[in-house]
């Protein structure tokens, strides 16, 4: 199999079949080559099934958004996947940010690392952008009521929800 690289975001793929003595080649956007490339070549390709949404309180009073990470079974989860390098956030969503899911300084650091860590499993899995995964946190944290933080019992960390594959909230595996 050949990768031909033509622009950023078509790629063409091409293959030999011995069998049929035919030569394919089909163009595919880059998001679905990237699937194609990390199914086919990484050990990180599991599926994962539900997402859990942590919280903190490691510099402010009150919990904020430690991350939200998706999880293949309670103890597997995929990491580090296949996704645009992390932008700078900004605008909007920087506000809501500094709100909702603060670092402990004025780097993005933190932010940086959940994203390549784990929001990055949701662009290689669904396509979801840097943005809207951010954004999907923001929105499942603010959608929580004071008795979701209970279990948590004043912990500077902690799981709180979990979600299904649409985002509506499950029960914890």
Known sequence: MKLHNSC?????ISFYNKKRLMFYSF??????????????YTSNNLPYQYYLLSIQKWCQSSYQIHGLWPQTTTTTYPINCYAPAYTPISGELLDEMKQYWANCDDTQDFWNHEYTKHLSCMYQQYGI?????????????????????EPCKDQDDCYVACYNLDFQKITCP
């Not at 163009?27 to 086919?40: C, I, M, N, R």
């Open 8 to 12: 950023n975001s078509i790629l063409f």
């Open 129 to 149: 952008s840097q943005e809207d995964s951010f954004q999907i946190a923001i929105d499942l944290f603010k959608d929580l009521d004071s008795n979701d933080f």
């Open 27 to 40: 163009v595919l956007p880059h998001v679905l080559l990237s699937s194609l490339y990390y199914s086919l």
